[in-house]
Nanobody, 115 residues
Framework: QVQLEESGGGLVQPGGSLRLSCAASGSIFSVNAMGWYRQVPGKQRDMVATIFSGGITNYADSVKGRFTISRDNAKNTVYLQMNSLKPDDTALYYC?????????WGQGTQVTVSS
């Protein structure tokens, strides 16, 4: 079994910052990619940012220049630094880990950007 523990969500004013963390534990031997998705009610879950085992990153256009993804390989932990937050960033953020041939999802952490 693999467990993903997310933290760092909350309520923040527009222009503010938050940092999400996701630690993977359990029977996970090699991680190919770690990332974050987000979803608002009634819409599909969209990729926000991904970091691959070699350090290559990929971002949704809507967050480029504002969000930064990083990972600590020794701790199997991925971070998402979110700056200049906008109300449109409000969503439930999910951690996603790929360990071929399986992938795993966290329970989600709510991010609300509102004044």
């Amino acid at each position: 079994q693999v467990q993903l523990e997310e933290s760092g969500g909350g309520l923040v004013q527009p222009g503010g910052s938050l940092r999400l963390s996701c630690a993977a534990s359990g029977s996970i031997f090699s991680v190919n990619a770690m990332g974050w998705y987000r979803q608002v009610p009634g819409k599909q879950r969209d990729m926000v940012a991904t970091i691959f085992s070699g350090g290559i990153t990929n971002y949704a256009d809507s967050v480029k220049g504002r969000f930064t993804i990083s990972r600590d390989n020794a701790k199997n932990t991925v971070y998402l630094q979110m700056n200049s937050l906008k109300p449109d960033d409000t969503a439930l953020y999910y951690c996603h880990v790929v360990s071929v041939p399986r992938d795993y999802w966290g329970q989600g952490t709510q991010v609300t950007v509102s004044s």
